[in-house]
């Protein structure tokens, strides 16, 4: 044993499973380092095989921490402590010597919504509060996981040590991992990721669901700088499975400014017209506005195919040729269940029925799952058991399912998943689009005039809010490029990146266009029907960036012209008028918050470029 790994308790960790010798010295510094701060009594080294795979599975399942669903082929699920249910944005902080490299300074020095600082000093403290310790009587796990294809140029490497076998079985789901990745890795960089449930054993107190975790003492801190994540006291899948929204957006989009490429909230689709012609788009949607849908979209229109390469972040650079090329740097979904059904996303609900692990959805008593809008009438006899625990009728005034409820299941299971999805070079993406809830005022569909009103497109974004965070209710929230909670570094800046997309030299940029599925009319609800029709919308998308169908200028973007939209065979009368008209005094409305919003949250930070093109939007507006 080597003597680094001294800990107090012994003379260090049983090792269950692997070679520390075998590790990079820089990989086996990083563990030697966490073993002495966290004091494990075992130490497993993840190889991802099948094997280990069972064996963690099953060592799960023997510590009540999840429960196999037999009416699938290896499926399980997991029931929370509902304290752990959903990521903190209170608890997630980005930690750096200097606050305006994480967040702009608010006017009046308010309280920032694009991000939260932490000073070195006072994550060393909460360090020092929290990680001493915090794995006695634990296995550390150590996860070498590659973010995109191993070996792709577009890829990187991330090193996590977990106490949580839950956090093992669903990081081999969302991203590759095990021994091709060291292999991959040899001497090279990686992002140094460590995470704890902070329950060292034996438990002070009783755990709920078998589900250990600490809320009083959570937190979610990303060192930029040392490319570091430390995560502490939950288990729940975006603060714990620290290769996804922690690595893949916060750390990553501060590596894409350095290294000048873009990492975004973003999925990523093919899509294939009847002539056989196809295009790759990327599209940015707040939680729960149907991204996951669109990235699987059964088209209503003959002869069209899309097929998903990701459906939730995309990492994106220019090649030689200067085109975008982007891929999904995961290897999984992590779905919000609720509102998933055969009717709204068949492709999704044929992925999920094997290999899946579900957490906090209903369970039925035939060894099913179950949730809010899956439109599935239950079988005769069989009851519903609720993501409480508890016996769940109709009747109740609660949901059966938690609202942020998830599926974490392998991409490569989706019936339409795309031929290039794991294409080490990427995939040419030919337009961006941006969207999000907006029950009135917004236009089903617009075309940015250009790349720099386009990035405003995607400042300006609002949404209405969603229970994938712990906000409460239905309020119309600012979301820009629906990152608000993930921007690993100060959004002025942010929008100065993306604005410097349009200098580089050859770039091809993608048409930029703004989508909203949600309007409603005051009587009769929504305008739109969705779902599978919204490939109408991707048609005239799909034209225009070929320079082939009809728009015509209005005060927020070009619209389609009359009768550009292929509307044959839609099976509801759709008022095209409504959908589309434009408010001056909504608009008017629209312009004071977003100037409101830039001016008291991005303050001296907004590039001119932005704030030149609200100026143009309000003389639109004015124009109307």
Not at 399 to 421: E, G, K, M, V
Not at 476 to 492: C, L, Q, S, V, W
Not at 547 to 565: D, I, N, R, T
């Given at each position: ?556 973007g070009y619209l389609p012209c009359h009768k550009s939209l292929n509307l044959q065979g839609l099976r509801e009368k759709v008022d095209l008028d409504e959908l ?45």
């Amino acid at each position: 044993m080597p003597p680094q790994l001294q800990s107090q308790n012994q003379s260090g960790p049983r090792i269950l499973q692997g070679d520390l010798s075998a590790l990079s010295p820089a990989v086996r510094e990083f563990v030697n380092t966490n073993v002495t701060l966290c004091q494990p009594d075992f130490l497993h080294i993840c190889d991802g095989s099948d094997e280990e795979n069972r064996a963690i599975l099953t060592q799960l399942e023997e510590q009540g921490m999840i429960k196999k669903l037999t009416k699938y082929e290896n499926c399980w699920l997991a029931r929370t402590d509902p304290r752990d249910v959903a990521r903190v944005e209170s608890k997630t902080v980005i930690v750096t010597r200097d606050q305006k490299d994480t967040v702009p300074t608010p006017l009046e020095g308010g309280v920032s919504q694009l991000g939260r600082w932490m000073s070195p000093e006072e994550f060393d403290k909460a360090m020092g509060q929290r990680f001493p310790g915090c794995m006695k009587g634990r296995t550390m796990y150590v996860i070498p996981f590659s973010m995109g294809p191993v070996g792709s140029p577009l890829s990187k490497i991330g090193v996590e040590l977990t106490d949580s076998p839950y956090v093992v079985a669903s990081m081999r789901v969302m991203t590759r991992m095990g021994k091709a990745v060291l292999s991959a890795l040899g001497t090279g960089e990686f992002v140094r990721c460590l995470h704890s449930v902070g329950c060292p054993l034996p438990v002070k107190k009783p755990l709920v669901n078998s589900w250990p975790c600490n809320p009083e003492q959570t937190l979610i801190a990303h060192i930029p700088d040392r490319r570091q994540i430390v995560s502490f006291g939950s288990g729940y899948g975006g603060n714990s499975l620290l290769g996804k929204k922690c690595f893949a957006l916060r750390i990553a989009s501060r590596i894409a400014k350095e290294e000048g490429w873009l990492a975004e909230h973003m999925l990523i689709l093919g899509i294939t017209n009847p002539a056989g012609e196809k295009k790759y788009m990327a599209a940015a949607f707040p939680s729960a506005c149907g991204k996951t849908n669109l990235a699987m979209l059964c088209p209503t229109l003959p002869g069209w195919k899309v097929e998903c390469v990701g459906d939730d972040i995309a990492w994106m650079k220019f090649d030689k040729q200067g085109n975008l090329r982007a891929i999904n740097p995961e290897n999984g979904f992590f779905g919000v269940a609720p509102g998933t059904s055969a009717k709204t996303n068949p492709n999704a609900m044929a992925t999920i029925i094997k290999n899946t692990i579900f957490t906090n959805v209903a369970e039925t008593s035939d060894g099913g799952v179950h949730w809010e809008g899956m439109d599935e009438s239950l079988p005769e006899g069989v009851t519903i058991t609720s993501w409480k625990n508890k016996p769940w009728s109709s009747e109740d005034n609660e949901p059966c399912a938690h609202p942020n409820s998830r599926f974490c299941t392998p991409a490569d299971q989706c019936p339409i998943i795309d031929p290039l999805w794991e294409s080490p070079e990427g995939v040419p993406i030919e337009a961006i689009i941006f969207g999000g809830r907006r029950p009135e005022g917004v236009p089903l569909v617009y075309e940015a005039f250009s790349w720099q009103h386009g990035v405003f497109v995607g400042a300006s974004m609002r949404s209405e809010a969603t229970a994938a965070a712990e906000h409460k209710g239905k309020v119309i929230m600012h979301d820009p490029f629906a990152m608000r909670p993930f921007f690993g570094y100060n959004f002025g800046q942010y929008l100065s990146h993306w604005l410097s997309m349009a200098d580089r030299p050859g770039a091809k940029l993608p048409k930029i266009f703004h989508v909203n599925w949600f309007r409603k009319s005051p009587t009769a609800g929504f305008l739109w029907p969705g779902f599978g029709d919204n490939i109408r919308v991707l048609d005239w998308m799909f034209r225009r960036v070929n320079g082939e169908a009809g728009a015509m200028p209005s005060a927020v973007g070009y619209l389609p012209c009359h009768k550009s939209l292929n509307l044959q065979g839609l099976r509801e009368k759709v008022d095209l008028d409504e959908l589309f008209s434009l408010d001056q005094e909504f608009w008017q409305r629209e312009v004071e918050e977003l100037r409101k919003y830039f001016t008291q949250q991005v303050n001296d930070d907004l590039p001119n470029e932005v704030a030149r093109q609200l100026e143009l939007l309000q003389k639109r507006v004015n124009q109307m």
